[in-house]
């Protein structure tokens, strides 16, 4: 790994380093991993809309952080109004995770006002990094809580009974830990939690994600690095492993959900949950409050980000199907809530059946727990 820049103020994360005095980011290029360990100085918004749109940084909440900073880092705007159209482009370089828009609108509400003039071009971009590592902070505080509140959650419904020695047996899909948050990790954090809470651990059976394989890739590297006891499985043995091994609970993450419940995440999820509902284990969807998107009202609203066909066909350099066959490359799928046993956030453990009998759904829930997420200070 790349020495780390001697900057007094670095904050430096699993796959983040940022630093507000002097401007300062790099992000781990998740794409080699877990070959080699390759840091990216980001720059400009064209740096960093290459990292999100070529998934060199990913994971909805880590790219919500990341964006923030890419803005604060860049020296290409002066005020609100040339901001504007730069931070646009940011936000649609991926079009589904609501962290990415929620991020950026963040810093620039934090930015709103002041005049095109070199000074007030200094005030502003202090502003900016000040709301973006408010926002660091609070997803970093907020995995912690994810994690605590996620393995108590399973524990209720899911745990090996006195008489056995096994560890607790956890599936995941995608990579939901450090290398996709800022902290702990949402789903992951979850196992992380068990692994370092429970007497009898844990044991992680990860869903290789296809296409481009962030549960083999980088999920398997994260347990490596933490020594989680693990088992690499494609994701078409999902149902072959719930039928013919013991899995307590599924934990996956999710990159927008909507006010009812149900919720977008990595390609694969919908089909493990309705696997899941068939051999009745629990599935727990766990994400920062800054993944729900109150405004959109069902799973059918969500936009979902279709990418290169040529993803379907190889990885890297490998290649395994023939260039002239057209392919379907959604990034992403939706669950809907019935499917799920229910939605792990920082302020709480919603279940199912309480997201649907409650008149307003996630909305009224959330409002009643009184969670908020960064603003702007008064």
Not at 22 to 32: E, F, G, I
Request: glycine share 8%; net charge negative; proline share 6%.
């Amino acid at each position: 790994m790349p020495h780390s820049p001697d900057i007094p103020d670095a904050i430096s994360l699993l796959s983040l380093r940022i630093s507000p005095t002097p401007p300062y980011l790099q992000v781990l290029n998740q794409q080699k991993l877990p070959g080699s360990e390759e840091w990216i100085e980001v720059t400009s918004f064209d740096d960093a809309i290459l990292c999100i749109s070529q998934l060199k940084v990913r994971g909805a909440p880590l790219i919500g952080v990341f964006a923030a900073a890419a803005v604060a880092v860049s020296d290409e705007w002066t005020c609100s109004k040339t901001l504007a159209p730069l931070a646009q482009r940011l936000i649609n370089a991926r079009p589904t995770a609501v962290n990415l828009e929620y991020a950026v609108r963040q810093v620039q509400q934090a930015v709103q006002g002041g005049r095109d003039s070199k000074e007030d071009a200094a005030h502003l971009r202090s502003r900016a990094w000040q709301r973006a590592l408010a926002l660091l902070h609070c997803e970093i505080a907020a995995n912690e809580q994810l994690g605590r509140i996620g393995a108590a959650s399973i524990r209720q419904v899911a745990s090996p009974s006195a008489g056995t020695s096994r560890p607790l047996a956890l599936a995941h899909i995608c990579n939901t830990g450090g290398l996709a948050t800022p902290g702990l990790g949402t789903a992951l954090g979850v196992v992380r939690t068990v692994h370092a809470t429970a007497a009898k651990g844990v044991h992680a059976y990860l869903l290789e994600t296809r296409p481009l394989l962030q549960g083999g890739r980088l999920s398997a590297w994260e347990c490596v690095k933490d020594k989680i006891p693990h088992t690499i499985i494609t994701d078409g043995m999902s149902g072959a492993l719930l039928r013919s091994r013991t899995v307590d609970a599924i934990v996956v993450g999710a990159d927008r959900i909507a006010a009812n419940g149900d919720f977008a995440n990595k390609i694969g999820t919908y089909t493990l949950a309705i696997v899941a509902a068939h051999h009745k284990v629990p599935l727990f969807a766990v994400a920062p409050l800054s993944t729900v998107d109150l405004a959109c009202e069902t799973g059918a609203d969500i936009v979902i980000e279709e990418r290169k066909e040529a993803e379907v066909r190889g990885y890297q350099d490998c290649q395994w199907a023939p260039s002239d066959s057209p392919t379907w490359n959604p990034a992403f799928d939706v669950t809907p809530i019935d499917l799920i046993a229910g939605i792990v956030t920082e302020v709480g453990f919603f279940s199912r059946d309480e997201i649907q009998e409650t008149a307003g759904g996630l909305q009224t829930l959330l409002h009643k727990k009184e969670g908020k997420r960064p603003r702007e200070e008064e």
